[in-house]
């Protein structure tokens, strides 16, 4: 079955960098678009980035210039490189894959930026 684990959050300071990882399996990794979601607390689930099997990538307005998808077929892993961190960035980050039948979420990691 479909399995999406991530890892990587933590807390850091405004202006700091943290990298997320996402595992997957279960699935054919290198045909599927994959997605980064965040959810902070009292706010809907939002899209922060997606990434196509080839490689194309698109991101939220607030997170553009800062932040970075990318993907490793190889590792069936998908990243999100996050520079200049906001306290506005605190939130639960999930990866996310979406087919035409179903919906896949990992659990979450948490990210928490002091100001």
């Known amino acids: 079955q479909v399995q999406l684990v991530e890892s990587g959050g933590g807390l850091v300071q405004s202006g700091g960098s943290l990298r997320l990882s996402c595992v997957a399996s279960?699935?054919?990794?290198?045909?599927?678009?994959m997605a980064w979601y965040r959810q902070a607390p009292g706010n809907q689930r939002e899209l922060v980035a997606t990434?196509?099997?080839?490689?194309?990538?698109n991101y939220v307005d607030s997170v553009k210039g800062r932040f970075t998808i990318s993907r490793d077929n190889a590792r069936n892993t998908v990243y999100l490189q996050m520079i200049s961190l906001k306290p506005e960035d605190t939130a639960t980050y999930y990866c996310n894959l979406l087919t035409r039948s179903s919906e896949y979420w990992g659990q979450g990691t948490q990210v928490t930026v002091s100001s």
């Open positions: 990434i196509t099997s080839g490689g194309g990538a």
């Open positions: 279960g699935f054919i990794f290198r045909l599927r678009t």
